[in-house]
Every structure is written in C-alpha cells, then in structure tokens.
C-alpha cells in the first residue's frame, strides 16, 4: 500500500491547517504589499467619471447601486477602487469628489465634464507668463488704466436679428483704492464719472423736508473689485475658485458660466499681481467645460487660440496670443440659432491693448503733462 492511499480527510485538513497557519506567520513577518496610487489627473478624471455616472444611473445615487451590492455580497472591488473608495459613497447617500463642499454650501464644484487637456495646457502657459510678468505698479491714491476695443451687438426697434457695429476705442481710469470716482471716455460720448456717490433724499417722516445724503459704497469685492482688493486675492487656484463661487452666487445662470465669467471680466478689467493673474487662470482650469479653441480673433484682428466655455447657448471665449500666451481680449458668440441671430453670430468682442498706472483720470501713459 502506498502512502497517498494511506492518507485519511483528517490528515488531509491537518495538513490544510498547518499551511494555513505558515502563510498567517509569513504574512505577518512581510509588509503589506503597496496600493498602486493613480497620477493626479488620472484620479481627477476617475473621481468625475464616478461622479457622472453614479448622477447618470436612473434610479439615483442611492438606488441601483446599492441593491446590486447588496446582491453580490460576495464581489470585491479590487485595488482599482481603492482611490475612489474616498470619493463614493453608494449607500443612498450624495456623491462628492474629496475637495468638493457638501452640497449648499458656497464653494461646491459643480459636475460636469472636466476642462478639456488642450485648455488646461493653454492656461497654464497664461498662467505661466502671467507669473513672469513684470508687477504693476500702481499705487494708493494713483490709478488704474486701461485702453481697450470694445463692441456690443445690438437690436433694431423691431426686434430684428443682432448687428455688431465697429469696434470702438474705450479707455478707463480706476481708482487704486476705490476711494475717489473713476472715469470712464468713448468718442463720441460725454465721459462717465465712475464710482461717484450719488445723492439721495432721505423722509424722516410724512412732511418733514427732505435730507440730503448719499448711498453707502459698496465694498469691493469680486464683482465690484478695486486694484488694492484683487491685489488681496487667493493665490492658490483652489481657493480662489471658493471664493469667487462664493461671491457670485447671487447672478444668473449656472454657477460655472458666472465663475467663467467673473474671472474673465478681472482679466480684462483689472490690472492684478503677477502671481493673482496666474492663480485665476489655475483657477479657470477648474471650471468644468472650459474647451480650446484652434483658431479666434479679437476686436483688433489679432489671432490667436482661445479656450471657451458654452452656456444657454452662447459661448464666451478668451483669446490669447501664440507665442507670448497673453490676454488679448474675449468674444461672445451664439452658438444655437435665435431671435438674435443664428448660430455662429458674433454678440460681443473686446480688445486689451494697454494697462498702466498713472497718477489722476484722463492722465494717458505716455503723453506729455501739461
């Protein structure tokens, strides 16, 4: 009789016993293996993938999902899963990518299809020669200044298609601090005090003679910035993007097209420090649907690419140059056929040709005092 036929089942679990209990000691004398970690824009991507299709399923984040696993108790996620894991929570409960807030709350990322690769690469390299740039060097008291061309698509009384005219020249003058009026000047029109205070007539009571006084300034901020307050601003693309969500929560539309937008009007409006301008570039990355453009033109004829953003059926596009990857102005462009006009018509389009600092309104850079 040979020794296999001389084995018994006790034996035989015996032996399963005494492996079992070598891999327990040798597991615990070897390190754990090591869980493979995903690139950042790897696990950006995933968290949005996760995030699109557990809001995509039909019966909601907390239903299919979750009765499919309570179905397969017995299926592993494997290591794949493992940076998700932090980032989904199926069990009826929302579904949040770890930096986002919770919903409500006023620095929550939107979903959406992430910035595409083409326009994060484009604004990084604005975000890059941004920080490059010189500082500028405006001071209290002094001005802001900015020369632009600018023009505005507008309707006939008979609610006729939109019609752009010529661009025109538009020259601002803001206060560094926000503490005097601005001025602002286009041919053929009166200049425009900015920022003046307005008087007002106060009633303590019926028939008691009217008391003048003036409207309480409003505090800077992102939509009403000074050159001292933008110069105050995040550095930090992440933070940035919170507060601006934050302080722009009361406009129209969705909260990532008025995020776009703001961010676009400091760009074009404002004169801010190097390392600020980058930041809302970074910032600008974030935004979900941000795409490239190859090819745009702004009001001046200068070419360039453009990164976009699509909402309501217009499309907001930043220009930059080729080469140095400058600002050079923006477009806004139908992109659905409507009463304005058809798909492709041109509703706005802007030029920055010059910012400086300067000591008083009207004062041009470059021009002899008088």
């Not at 690769?117 to 941004?130: D, F, I």
């Not at 004169?271 to 795409?291: E, F, S």
Request: glycine share 10%; hydrophobic share 40%.
């Amino acid at each position: 009789m040979n020794a296999s036929a001389s084995r018994t089942p006790h034996h035989d679990r015996a032996r399963a016993d005494a492996d079992a209990l070598l891999r327990a000691e040798l597991a615990e004398l070897l390190p754990p293996p090591p869980v493979p970690e995903l690139a950042p824009e790897r696990d950006r991507d995933l968290r949005h993938f996760v995030l699109r299709t557990a809001l995509a399923s039909g019966e909601g984040v907390g239903g299919r999902v979750s009765r499919e696993r309570r179905a397969r108790p017995g299926v592993r996620l494997g290591w794949i899963a493992a940076p998700v894991a932090a980032c989904a929570v199926v069990a009826g409960v929302a579904v949040l990518a770890p930096q986002d807030d919770p919903p409500g709350s006023p620095g929550r990322v939107s979903v959406g299809q992430p910035a595409t690769p083409e326009a994060v690469r484009v604004l990084s390299g604005a975000a890059l020669a941004a920080a490059a740039a010189p500082a500028p060097d405006a001071r209290p008291g002094g001005y802001v200044y900015v020369r632009s061309l600018v023009a505005h698509a507008g309707r006939d009384a008979a609610g006729g298609p939109a019609a752009l005219p010529p661009a025109r020249q538009r020259e601002v003058w803001l206060s560094v601090d926000g503490s005097r009026p601005g001025l602002l000047r286009e041919p053929g029109a009166a200049d425009t005090e900015l920022g003046a205070e307005l008087p007002v007539y106060e009633l303590e009571g019926p028939g008691a003679t009217p008391r003048k006084t003036t409207l309480a300034a409003e505090a800077p901020s992102v939509t009403n910035p000074t050159h001292t307050y933008v110069a105050t601003l995040p550095t930090d693309p992440d933070a940035l993007l919170r507060l601006i969500r934050d302080q722009t929560r009361a406009g129209e539309g969705d909260a990532d097209q008025r995020a776009f937008t703001a961010i676009g009007t400091l760009l074009a409006e404002t004169w801010a420090p190097p390392k600020v301008t980058a930041a809302l570039y970074g910032a600008a990355a974030r935004i979900p649907g941000v795409t490239l453009l190859p090819s745009a033109k702004d009001a001046a004829g200068r070419e360039g690419v453009a990164v976009a953003r699509t909402a309501h059926g217009e499309q907001t596009q930043w220009i930059f140059d080729r080469t140095t990857s400058a600002f050079l102005g923006e477009r806004t462009v139908l992109t659905e056929t409507t009463s304005a006009g058809r798909a492709g018509t041109v509703l706005g389009v802007s030029a920055v040709l010059a910012k400086a600092a300067v000591g008083a309104p009207g004062e041009v850079p470059g021009a002899p005092k008088a």
